[in-house]
């Protein structure tokens, strides 16, 4: 067996007393293979250094990988080698309290024992290194097929720790199950958040009444009065810019570099695609840009034509394409410094300017090759960073600065004197005139109708409106990104992830919100159509799925990590990073309760079905157990579960209220009797059978499947049972959400699997109706809510999808089109489309425009 990789074996589990020579067996061979791996990591650390001076310092990044891979393989033997001693010398106190007693324990037999001891010594050999999904059969020891009797055990290896799960009564032969994906699916509803501290020019305003923006992987139109959304979901990771063709129709959106969950590269592009059908026209790049795509911008001048991308790349390469065809047709590297922003004159497409960390560059395209000309500040103070830039009316460029100067700029024939070194030639661009803006940054530049503009200051936090010769009429305070305008109305994204709407007449109201760093705490209302999030910005935040809204939100001095409603949805309690937990009235949002428990952050907080009890799992490894009292505003500690080796990871109580089955981050499960005073279940035999009122814990018999091959313990974050016990929804590492059939217990079990996050997927959970399931995100700060569909419900879908598809678009979109077809299916794939009577009726509902349009 190699490491790393699931694997499960059989083995029979009789009553009977536990052989202790067995047990004492396993203990020696452990000890000894401790002492054999701590030889071998003395003897690779010895050889070390010879194997780093024997290279080139050319190949330092090599030597250090490698010595990294070396040092988490001793890592992992060590952790695997303590949680089997731990478990073998649980079997010895086990076997001395159960001595001369006849007991329906599990009997461990020598075939067992080495079974367990030829694992740790197979990963003592191998180094315990994770292995990609992408390892396959290869990397998996194949169990024997074997007919399942009652009382039988499945053994599951995660980076070589054996987890032994019991095989409920109710299944007579496990060998034949078989695995289906579920009926129901997912379908996006709703998106909430917004990516504002950390990019630039991304809000903008469509004719249709929607404004555009993005988060993690999806870009958002959201219709501002009727309150609604649309989602363009072809982008593979993150998306990082925007821009708006000159038609309004047409919309650019680049996105990151990433990886898949096979460790393969997913390469950084740019989509154009139509707002009004949300149909891709070209993909733009692939394989052509580095790391990703930072800036992007729309000539002007000849009606959009082409295409302008800055990527990320350490030269930060400047191609032109054609907007049209997807064909490059230029390319320069611009500078080895940040750039920031991008843009076409809109009078001339041969002349393109581009800013970021100390420089503004005056670009000409002639003839396929790029001419350079930096910006000369002469006698003005060198700012670090050119934010952003535009063009006013009478051709002048003007820049906002880090040191809250507008500068305009001109273009004039060089003046040594008056320029310094450098300006040769002529027309040298030069700052005419400078206008002090604001304290701190100048973070955006609007332009507005008759050469009005409107400036963003971040340090100060105003948006000041200025005339067309740069005198300053109005001003209102607020926290500022960017800000776009139309007939008056001004959009604000903000550097808080929120967009606000409004006027300097009638201030501005909060359209979207979101959290502004990484979350894990999620929990859905017991009756109520509301959830409870709370992450690393300190913001607890109460938001409803039926309004699409946040209720309330509020600051804590911690950050929380956990949270958890109690049953009479009148409380939440929220587990913070210190050890601290508060308990919150939804109404009132005051502290009604608080305790500290240790020191360490804690990782679950679960109320007993009936809300007797609140149980607080910790890092410190301890699960805390609180008696709950007066509708859920009076706690008392009421015992301790103290038997874990590792921190507590998740856990569930059984429908009865006295049972907990409990997780670690050594990949334990352990069951505990509440109701006897917290006490550790050493036959985990007996819970084989047991009704648990969630299912949240990650390693479990009945979840056993959502488990890919090659995945180690930490690939999935969290994962939740719907309500109705039909469906599982899975959050994993890789971006992605899953659905499995519940029960599933058998590896390599089907899924349906949901893009849209653009990192970890850190936490699931159902709403109280089973009627939508919210996803949160790590460090994309993004908030998904998903519809649940079940036959019906989707032939229904699709029949709206079909109906609006063959709606008539926006005037002038459809001959913005690259090509008849979409390019988002392939031609191959029309036909496997087409492989039943219904599904060629909808193909042809949704796609006969196409085909109508190319003849």
């Known amino acids: ?54 290279g080139s310092s050319a190949e330092f990044p090599d030597r250090a990988s490698l010595m990294e891979v070396r040092l988490q393989a001793q890592e992992d033997e060590i952790t695997l080698l303590k949680s089997s001693l731990a478990d073998a010398l649980r079997r010895l106190r086990l076997h001395d309290q159960l001595d001369g ?7 461990v037999n020598p075939s067992a024992a080495r079974v367990l001891n030829q694992a740790c010594c197979s990963d003592a050999c191998s180094g315990g290194r994770k292995l990609s999904s992408g390892s396959g059969p290869d990397g998996i020891r194949q169990s024997s097929r074997c007919v399942c009797a009652p009382g039988q055990s499945i053994k599951m290896f995660i980076r070589g720790r054996p987890i032994t799960m019991y095989v409920p009564s109710n299944i007579q032969n496990y060998e034949e199950l078989k695995m289906e994906p579920p009926s129901q699916r997912l379908e996006l509803d709703w998106v909430y958040g917004y990516r504002g501290r950390d990019c630039r020019a991304n809000l903008y305003f469509l004719p249709t009444g929607e404004a555009v923006y993005f988060i993690a992987c999806v870009v958002v139109l959201y219709h501002i009065n009727s309150r609604t959304q649309r989602h363009y979901r072809r982008h593979t990771d993150c998306v990082r810019c925007l821009t708006v063709h000159p038609d309004k129709v047409r919309v650019a959106s680049g996105q990151m570099a990433g990886v898949d969950k096979d460790g393969k590269p997913l390469q950084p592009c740019v989509h154009i695609w139509d707002s009004s059908t949300l149909v891709t026209l070209q993909q733009i790049g692939l394989g052509a840009f580095q790391r990703g795509v930072g800036s992007v911008a729309f000539s002007v001048a000849d009606s959009g034509a082409f295409l302008c991308v800055i990527d990320d790349s350490n030269e930060h390469m400047l191609s032109v394409w054609d907007a049209t065809k997807g064909t490059k047709h230029a390319e320069v590297k611009s500078t080895n410094e940040a750039v920031f922003a991008v843009e076409f004159n809109p009078d001339d497409s041969s002349n393109i300017i581009t800013c970021g960390k100390s420089h503004v560059y005056f670009w000409t395209l002639s ?7 930096q910006g000369i500040f002469g006698k003005y103070k060198k700012p670090k960073f050119i934010q952003c830039f535009i063009f ?16 305009t700029w001109g273009k004039s024939a060089a003046d040594i004197k008056t320029l310094g070194k450098g300006a040769k ?20 530049l609007c332009p507005l109708q008759g050469g009005a503009l409107l400036s963003g200051g971040g340090k100060d936090r105003k948006i000041i409106r200025w005339s067309a010769d740069l005198a300053p009429e109005r001003e209102c305070e ?57 992450g690393h910005d300190r913001q607890v935040c109460l938001w409803n799925t039926e309004e699409h809204k946040l209720d309330w939100s509020l600051i ?17 309690s929220v587990g913070l990073s210190t050890g601290r937990w508060v308990v919150l009235d939804l109404l009132t949002k005051e502290v009604v309760s608080e305790f500290t428990d240790g020191n360490e952050q804690l990782s679950v907080m679960r109320y007993s079905p009936d809300g007797s009890f609140l149980a607080v799992g910790s890092h410190d490894n301890f699960i805390y157990i609180y008696s709950v009292t007066e509708s859920g505003r009076r706690y008392s500690r009421f015992g301790r579960c103290n038997g874990h080796s590792s921190f507590i990871t998740h856990l569930d109580w059984s429908k009865d209220g006295k049972y907990i089955m409990s997780n670690s981050g050594d990949y334990e499960i352990l069951y505990w009797d509440i109701a006897s005073g917290c006490k550790l279940l050493r036959n985990r035999f007996e819970s084989k059978d047991r009704e648990w009122a969630s299912y949240t814990c990650v390693l479990g018999f009945h979840v056993m499947g959502v488990w890919l091959e090659g995945s180690d313990g930490t690939d999935i974050n969290a994962l939740c049972r719907s309500h109705s016990e039909r469906v599982v929804a899975v959050a994993d590492d890789f971006c992605k959400v899953h659905l499995f059939q519940y029960p599933c217990p058998k590896l390599k079990a089907p899924s349906h699997r949901y893009d849209g996050h653009g990192s970890h997927v850190t936490n699931v959970c159902f709403t109280h109706s089973d009627s939508h399931l919210l996803s949160i995100g790590g460090k994309d700060t993004c908030i998904l809510q998903w519809r649940v569909l079940d036959s019906r419900e989707r032939l229904a879908s699709a029949s709206a999808s079909a109906s609006s598809s063959t709606s008539s678009p926006e005037p002038g979109a459809s001959r913005h ?34 085909f109508v349009s190319s003849v």
Not at 393 to 406: F, H, Q, Y
Not at 557 to 571: H, I, K
Not at 828 to 848: E, K
């Open 817 to 850: 089109r690259a090509s008849p077809l979409p390019v988002d299916i392939p031609m191959s794939h029309y036909f496997l489309f087409t492989t039943n009577q219904d599904s060629f009726l909808l193909f042809f509902l949704i796609y006969s425009e196409y």
């Open 478 to 534: 607020v926290c500022v990104r960017c800000v776009c305008a139309s007939d008056g109305e001004l959009l604000v994204g903000t550097t808080r992830n929120a967009i606000l709407r409004g006027s300097f007449s009638d201030g501005f109201v909060a359209i979207v919100q979101g959290h502004v760093d990484e979350m894990w705490g999620l929990s859905t209302h017991p009756s109520q159509n509301i959830f409870l999030t709370c």
């Open 425 to 444: 030639g002529q027309g040298t661009f030069q700052i005419m005139r400078q206008t002090k803006a604001h304290e701190g940054s100048v973070f955006t």
């Open 392 to 407: 006013s009316l009478t051709g002048d460029v003007l820049t906002g600065d880090s040191e809250g100067n507008i500068l």
């Open 1 to 54: 067996m190699t490491s790393g990789s699931p694997h499960i074996s059989h083995h029979s589990t009789g009553g009977g007393i536990l052989h202790p020579h067995s047990d004492r067996c396993l203990t020696t061979s452990l000890a000894q293979n401790l002492v054999l791996t701590n030889k071998c990591c003395s003897s690779s650390r010895g050889s070390s250094p010879d194997d780093m001076s024997a």
């Open 556 to 572: 804590l001095e911690e950050y929380g990590l956990c949270a958890d409603f109690c049953p009479n949805g009148s409380v939440v």
């Open 367 to 373: 003839a396929g090759q790029f001419t350079k000309k």
């Open 101 to 107: 007693r006849s007991a329906s324990t599990p009997s």
